[in-house]
C-alpha cells in the first residue's frame, strides 16, 4: 500500500517544502559552491590582491607527499574511532538493557559526555596524559612505560582515538539503547525457550534487528571523525608529532585558519567532501542492502 | 546613481558632523589584544588610565583569544569590513602584516599626520628594526617584548655538585651539565626548551650570527629562501637528538606547554622566553636564576646578539582622520618614558625604548631583579648584523608548525638531522614562495 498525500495545486506542496528547501541551500549548497570558487583561488590573508588559477590549488596539493601521508593517517584514525566507539557503545547499551538496579542513572552518566565540548574534551585527556603532570602518564610510567606523546607518534595517535572515541561512546550508546528497546521482548523469549544462549540469541537475534541503527551510526561516525573529531586534535596534540596525528580535516583547519592559505585549504576541503560523499554512497549501495528493516 | 550620490552626501554631511563635534560623543578606538592574566589587567589599566587622561577618545580593550586567534580575528573582521582600530600581533605574524600595505596604516605615517612626537631612534636598534621596513620605516608600535634565556634551578646545581653562581655558559657546557644532574640530581630530565622553532632555530641562528634566510633574513625582500640547512644547524639537532634519547635532552613541545616542568622541578635546565618571568616567580618553589642562552664557542662571531619575541600594535586601515588621531594620542602616551620603566618592571616584559631601560638601570632596579635585566643584555649584547637585526618570513606561523613536524622527526629518529632540516628548508621553501606569489602582484 503506498501512501499519497494528495494536493490540489503546485501552489501548496512547493510552498510547504520552501523552508525545509531554503535551509538546506543557505547551509549547504552555498557554502559548498563558495568553496569550490575560493578553492580555484590565490588570495593573500586579507583578501587584498585575488588571481583566479583554475585548478592549481589542487595540482599543488597532488604533488604534496604531506597530503597523502594525512589521508593515511585519517584511514587509521577513522577506523578506530568508528570501531571503537560503535563497538563499546553496543556493549553499554546491551549491559544498560537489562534489568539492573539503578539503570536510570547508569544511563544518564553514560550520556553525559555527548554534552562535553570536542576541545574540552581534548583537554581532559591532555590532562590525564601529559607526560609530567597526568595521573594517568604517571602510573604508566611507574609500570615502566616511557609514555610520551609529545615525541612518540603513536603514543599521540593512541591519545587522540580515546578522547575522540570517549566523546562519541555516548551518542552510540543513547542509539544503541533505544534501537535494543524496539526489539520486542517475546521474539527473545521464545529464543532463550528453545535453549539459545545470550550470546547467541544476542548473535542471531539481537544483532540482525539493530542492524538499521547500527547502519545509522555507522554513517554517522564516519561523517564525526572526518568533521568534527579536529577540536579534539587541536588541544590535544596540534597534529604533531611531526604530523603523526594531522587528518586531513585538521589540515584544512591548520592550512586556512594558521596558515592563511585560503585556495589550498578551501582545495582540501572539497577533496575531503567528495571523499565522504563517496563513502556515504558506498555505505548506502552495499552496506545497506545487508541491513534488515 | 542618484540614490548612490545621496548616500554619499548623507556619510560626508555625517563624517563632518562627527568631526566637528567631537565634545558630543566621543571616539571610541577598538584595541583587540591578546593578553592574559596578569598582563591583560595590565592592558586594562593602560586603557582606563588614557581613558581618564582626557575626553576625546576611549580606547576599548578587548581580549581576542591566543595571538593566532587574535590575528586572525583581526583578518576576518578586516576582510568584513569592520577590522579594530589597533590590533596587537605576534612577531611571527609581522612579516604577514608588512605585506598587507592595504590593509594597514604605517605607525610612522600615522604619528607625522596626527602631528605627534615620534622618534623611531628612541626605540633600542634591536626593537626597531624588528619592525621597521628596510628603508627604516616603521611600520608597527613596538608594544610587549621578550627573549630568549636559560633558566636553571639553582637548588638541582647545588645537589648536582655543580656551582649555582658560575651557569654554563656554551652548549657543551650545558650538555655536560645536564648529563651530571641527570645522573645525580633530576633522573626524568637534563634540560629542556620550550618554543622549539623559536629557540633553536630563529634564536639560535641570530645568536651565532648565521642567516636563517638570505636577503637579510628575508628584510630586504620576500624573494627570500631559507638556511637552516647549514652545518651548525645540523651541529644543534644532531646534538638535541642524541641527548634525546637518555633524556638528558627532553622535547618541550611547539609552545610553551612544556614549561611546566622547570617550576615543578622536573627539568632543571629550560631555555624559553624572559616572559616565563612572572610564572618561576609565582610557581618555583626552589632557588632559580637565569643566564644568557648558550652558544657554541667554535663559531666565529657568537655570541652576537638576540632578537625579539612578544608583539606590536598594527594600526589597520580605512579609518578616518579623526580615529587615527586618537590612536595616535594613545601611542605617544604609552611611549611616555615613566610609563615605559612602570610596565617593565610590572609586567617583566623589556622596556622597548632606550630611555626606560636607562632610567630603569639607574633606579638601582636591576641590582635586586638582575633577571629582568638578563634578557637586555642578550639583546644589546653588539650591534645588530644583517643576521641578527630580526626576520621577516611570510607564512612564518605555518613554516613554524613545518620545521617544528621535521625537528620531531629529528628527535624521533625517523629522519636523520641533515634530511629533517633539509626537508625543513624545502617545505619553508614552498611555503615563502606561495607567499611570495599572493603579495606580490
Known sequence: ?293 | MILRRNLLGATAAAALIASAAPAFAQVEIQWWHAMTGANNDVVNRLADEFNASQRDYKVVASYKGSYPDTMNAGIAAFRAGNAPHIMQVFEVGTATMMAARGAIKPVADLMKEAGERFDPASYLPAVAGYYSTARGEMLSFPFNSSSTVMWYNKDAFKAAGLNPDAPPKTWPEVFEAAKKLKATATPNCGFSTAWVTWVNIEQFSVWHNIPIGTKSNGIDGFDTEFRINSPTHVRHFANLAELAKDKTYVYGGRTNTGEGTFTSGECPIMITSSGFYGNVKANAKFDWANAQMPYYPDVAGAPQNSTLGGASLWVMGGKNANEYKGVAKFFAFLSDTDRQARLHTESGYLPITTAAYEKVKASGFYNTNPYLETPLKSLTNKPPTENSKGLRFGNLVQIRDIWSEEIEAALQGTKTPQQAMDAAVSRGNASLRQFERTVTR
Do not use: C
Not at chain 1, 568553496?35 to 583566479?52: H, K, N, P, R, Y
Not at chain 1, 553525559?112 to 583537554?123: R, T
Not at chain 1, 534501537?179 to 545470550?198: M, N
Not at chain 1, 573529531?229 to 596534540?237: A, E, M
Open chain 1, 1 to 293: 500500500m503506498e501512501r499519497r498525500a494528495l494536493f490540489g495545486g503546485k501552489v501548496l506542496p512547493y510552498s510547504l517544502l520552501l523552508p525545509q528547501f531554503a535551509i538546506v541551500v543557505v547551509f549547504f549548497y552555498v557554502p559548498a559552491v563558495q568553496a569550490v570558487w575560493q578553492s580555484m583561488l590565490m588570495q593573500d590573508a586579507f583578501g587584498i590582491s585575488t588571481e583566479f588559477v583554475w585548478f592549481e590549488n589542487y595540482t599543488i596539493l597532488a604533488a604534496n607527499p604531506e597530503y597523502y601521508r594525512t589521508m593515511g593517517t585519517t584511514a587509521v584514525f577513522s577506523v578506530l574511532v568508528a570501531f571503537l566507539s560503535l563497538s563499546s557503545g553496543l556493549l553499554l547499551a546491551v549491559m544498560a538493557d537489562k534489568q539492573i538496579k539503578g539503570a536510570t542513572i547508569y544511563k544518564t552518566m553514560l550520556i553525559w559526555p555527548y554534552a562535553v565540548a570536542p576541545a574540552v574534551a581534548g583537554v581532559l585527556w591532555l590532562f590525564m596524559f601529559q607526560p609530567s603532570l597526568g595521573m594517568l602518564a604517571k602510573a604508566l610510567r611507574s609500570w615502566g612505560i616511557d609514555w610520551n606523546p609529545l615525541l612518540n607518534g603513536n603514543h599521540a595517535m593512541i591519545l587522540v582515538v580515546l578522547a575522540a572515541t570517549w566523546k562519541q561512546i555516548s551518542y552510540n550508546f543513547l542509539f544503541f539503547l533505544a534501537g535494543l528497546a524496539a526489539i520486542p521482548k517475546s521474539v527473545i523469549e521464545a529464543a532463550a525457550i528453545d535453549g539459545a544462549r545470550p550470546m547467541r540469541r544476542f548473535w542471531t537475534i539481537v544483532f540482525p534487528l539493530l542492524s538499521p541503527t547500527a547502519f545509522f551510526l555507522l554513517t554517522v561516525n564516519i561523517v564525526y571523525v572526518f568533521f568534527d573529531t579536529f577540536g579534539i586534535i587541536d588541544s590535544v596534540t596540534s597534529g604533531g608529532p611531526a604530523g603523526n596525528t594531522t587528518t586531513m580535516v585538521y589540515k584544512v583547519y591548520a592550512d586556512g585558519k594558521l596558515g592563511s592559505d585560503l585556495g589550498g585549504s578551501a582545495a582540501q576541503s572539497v577533496v575531503l567532501m567528495a571523499i565522504v560523499i563517496a563513502l556515504t554512497a558506498v555505505q548506502f549501495k552495499f552496506v545497506e542492502r545487508r541491513v534488515q528493516y
